[in-house]
């Protein structure tokens, strides 16, 4: 069979494990580089991603670098506008072929339209392939052939697809797909690109990648629990299986004061692991179980995983959700977006407690716990009436693991926008404290000028001045402010 010459694009899958487009490309290539295009549009700190998120993307690109070379070629960083760079990549070095792994966010569908237009010119074939997905998009319709707008009934037709399929059969965490060496570009090829308007963006490119990382406040230290990188990501998941927290998951997942879930969020999100890889984690963690409650808890968290892949598919099937509420009536709503109350809620000043550690761990860490990100968000909807896409926007700006997809569905789920069919869902912040942090562990972590108040006190947010020390008193009344958005609730139905 005649092998080609081949550029691989890694987007969303900064690994060279269980990697299907780069798999394949290793395989039918003569001569194989990579190449990653650090994208402005996609580095807006502003719009489009964080620090703690840089910061992951930056040393998880370092990583994959020396795996590259480890296998025999190099992974070029480029710097700049995708459409232009990959092109004159292709030109330069002559390459026959183009190989990446879809991705389903609507900037990039439109994205990797054009540059199909562009290189078919140049008469480069281009092999794309669907790997951050369990189930193929396609393959997850209803009966009538439409996407699932209901979770229970998409998470059925998923697993009931999975276990039919033989991923399951597969219990290795790692899964070597790629071969060990790739032949990479001679010296000659690549003193072309030295010589070339690329090598000014290779080596500004580079600089980028340390760009992301000075003055990056996550860079060498602990402070955000999901790690980067490929090996990290694949110890993250053994620890979480080997230490017994999978096990254990039904009861701990939504006690935040616990480091009971897997971090493997922003692992996910950016693909320094495959999601077969922790599915099948998952399998042999199953396989291990003792009893019926880790095997109820296992697959609790393969319920999770679920979720992941409902959105990823809501947002494939309905690409509008981007821009707003998927029932349109929530257009209507009259929201008072109230600048100073939304600053409290960004900074954790609103002088309820459990909010606020919630959104101090969130600016400390770059992560929030998932029982919190729900309260947090029911808040700032349901009690402060500000639009959740304010809310929205704020955490893509702060979360290492911010996605379109999920974050879009986790608040349009709070808010009660999207398309989940309960309407009123409304969180109590001290009762929701008093069941998830019943000791207030979380609570005087985060906010640790509050430690000596008594633990009813902090639950209840009723805390005396004199022992205030600061922190403010609470900004609303949780009771008043429910009945206000259920009359202005009442107004737009
Ligand atoms: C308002 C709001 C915003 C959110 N924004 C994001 C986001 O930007 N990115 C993101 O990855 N998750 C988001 N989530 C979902 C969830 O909070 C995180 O995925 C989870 O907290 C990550 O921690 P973990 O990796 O330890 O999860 P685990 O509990 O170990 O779960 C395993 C994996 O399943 C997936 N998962 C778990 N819960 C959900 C969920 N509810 N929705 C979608 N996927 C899920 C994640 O990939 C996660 O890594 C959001 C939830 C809410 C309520």
Sequence with gaps: MKKFRSIFWHRRDLRIEDNIGLFEASKNSKNLIGVYVLDPNLLNLNRTTSEAKNWFLAKSLLELQKNWVRRGSRLLILNGDPIKLISKLADLIKAECIYWNDNIEPYEINRDRLIKEHLSKEKIKIYTFLDQLIVKPNDIKTNDDKPYKVYGPFYRKWIDIITKSNISMNNSIKISRTSKKIRGLNERELSSIKGSELNYCISRESKSVYDLLTSNRFNNTNLCPCKPGESESINQLNFFINSGSI???????????????????????????????????????????????????IDTWIKELAWREFYQNALINFPELENGPYREKWLKFPWQNKPDWFKAWENGLTGIPIIDAAMRQLKNSGWMHNRCRMIVASFLVKDLLINWKWGELFFMKSLVDGDLASNNGGWQWSASSGMDPKPMRIFNPSRQAAKFDENCDYIRKWIPELAHVSTPNLLSGEIISAERKGYPSPIINHKNQTSIFKELYSSIN
């Design 247 to 297: 096990n254990s998951y039904n009861q701990a997942r939504d006690v935040p004061s616990l480091e009971s879930t897997s971090n493997l969020s922003a692992a996910l999100s950016l693909g320094t692991i495959s999601c077969r890889a922790v599915w099948n984690g998952a399998q042999v963690s199953k396989n291990m179980a003792n009893n019926e409650y880790q095997l109820n808890s």
